[in-house]
Each structure stands twice: as C-alpha cells, then as structure tokens.
C-alpha cells in the first residue's frame, strides 16, 4: 500500500486531495496541517477513514516542526509527497516589503526545501518515490513574457524559485530513483483563487491525481499544467 504525505492539508486543495485519494485508493495518506485540533473537515475525513487518513502537525515555516514529523514517521517509506501548503499575496513591486516577501519564501520555498531534505530517508524506502511540488503558472518566467501580467512579485518570484528546486532536487536524486516535479494546479476556486477561478477544486484536483499517476522517471524536473502539458520555465 503506498504513503502519501500532503502538506497545507486543512483546506483548499491540499484537503480535496485528501479526500479524494481516500475515497479512491488504497493508500495511506498523512494529511498534515499547521493546526490539527481546528481542521474540522480534515478531521471528519480521518474519521470516515480511519485506516487511510492520520492528521499529524506540521508547520512548514518551523524547521522544528518539520525534523520533528520526520523522526516521528522514521523507518516508515513515503512513495509520495505532495508539497502543497502555500500562501499568495497579490502585492506590487512598489508595495512589497522585505517581511511580506520573507514570509512568501519562507513557506513557499524554504518550507518546501527542508520538507523534501527532512523526508528524503523516507523517500529512499520506497519503490518508485515521487515529488509533487505544487507551483504555479506565475511562477514561469516565459509566461510571463507572453501575458505581461504584473503584481504578485513575491509569489510568482517564489513559484519561479520553486521551479528550479523542483529543477535542481530532481538532478541531485537521480541517482536516488526520485522523481521530483513541479505542476500547476491551475486557477482553482480555493480561499487563494477566489471565486471567479476557472476550476472548482474538485476537477483540479481529479487531473492533479490523474497526472500524478502518469508521472514517470523520464519527467522528473518538469514543470507541467493540469491538463498534463509541459509549461516552460
Ligand atoms: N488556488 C489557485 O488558483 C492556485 C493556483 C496556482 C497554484 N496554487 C498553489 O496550490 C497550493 C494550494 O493552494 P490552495 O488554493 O489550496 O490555497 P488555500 O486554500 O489558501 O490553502 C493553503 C493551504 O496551505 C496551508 N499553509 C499555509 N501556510 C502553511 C504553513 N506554514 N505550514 C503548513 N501549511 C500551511 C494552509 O493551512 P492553514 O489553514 O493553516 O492556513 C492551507 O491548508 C499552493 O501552493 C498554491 O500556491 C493555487
């Protein structure tokens, strides 16, 4: 049976996630969030689930929190991670502000950086180990140039940097049998898209799991959309 580690797993798509590899796999699945005791739906879905869903804490901005998860799951094996906690501010180049833009790096990147380092013994344990890195089309720097869409310059400069962890982490654990990717998930109506976005968040999710069960060996480094496309860096 495989393992599933997803982080940011209270709400948005992290939580469809959850539900959806629950209802539809045989799989174990350690649905991670920040505050276990308030993640009301997350836990209804531990409950439905017991033998497949454990809500454990993480905090992906503690170094602390995430070496602890670690040693708690040691000796278990992770055949997949879904790095997915994340945070969007929308602000310009002009309103930006060195805390806001640390915080942005330090969940958006830092987080996902010690996660993939702290889990990789877990990782190693299993067959076929895959790295789902969840980005986002503002972080391509050649899209960019195609829509000339400005703001979020803290976000997208952190979805790009992301990128190339997803780029660089899947060279340095070839050798590992790794796969590391980074996917967009599209614009999805979660807290983060809003309202108006294009997908609800159960069809991203539905493609997320349908790509995620397509992804091989050959693909690792890549950046690619919902529908399965390859986006350019
Ligand atoms: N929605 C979109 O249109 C869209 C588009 C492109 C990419 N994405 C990406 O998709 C991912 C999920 O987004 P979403 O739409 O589901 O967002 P969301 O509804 O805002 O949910 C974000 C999740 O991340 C968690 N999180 C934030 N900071 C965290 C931390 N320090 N440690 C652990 N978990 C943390 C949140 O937990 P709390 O409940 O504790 O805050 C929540 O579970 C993000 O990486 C986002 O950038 C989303």
């Not at 796969?179 to 979660?190: D, E, K, L």
């Amino acid at each position: 049976m495989k393992t599933i580690l997803i982080t940011g797993s209270s709400r948005g798509i992290g939580l469809e996630l959850v539900r959806q590899l629950a209802t539809s796999s045989q799989c174990e699945i350690i649905a991670t969030c920040r505050d276990p005791e308030s993640s009301d739906e997350l836990n209804d879905l531990a409950k439905t689930y017991p033998d497949k869903v454990k809500v454990l804490p993480l905090d992906v901005e503690s170094e602390t929190s995430i070496e602890s998860l670690a040693k708690q799951l040691e000796g278990h094996s992770i055949d997949l991670l879904y790095n997915n906690a994340g945070i969007l501010d929308w602000r310009t180049i002009e309103e930006l502000e060195a805390p806001v833009m640390e915080r942005i790096y330090k969940v958006n990147v830092v987080g996902t950086m010690l996660v993939l380092r702290s889990f990789l013994p877990h990782l190693r344990r299993a067959n076929a180990p895959l790295v789902v890195n969840v980005s986002s089309r503002l972080g391509s720097i050649s899209l960019r140039g195609n829509t000339q869409l400005g703001g979020a310059i803290g976000y997208s400069a952190s979805k790009a940097a992301l990128n190339m962890l997803t780029k660089q982490a899947s060279i340095d654990l070839a050798a590992d049998g790794i796969t590391v990717v980074s996917i967009s998930p599209g614009w999805v109506r979660t807290d983060m898209g809003g309202p108006d976005a294009k997908y609800s968040v159960e069809e991203s999710v539905e493609k997320i799991i349908r790509n995620t069960e397509g992804f091989e060996p050959k693909d690792s480094g890549g950046f690619f959309g919902e529908d399965g496309e390859t986006i350019p860096y």
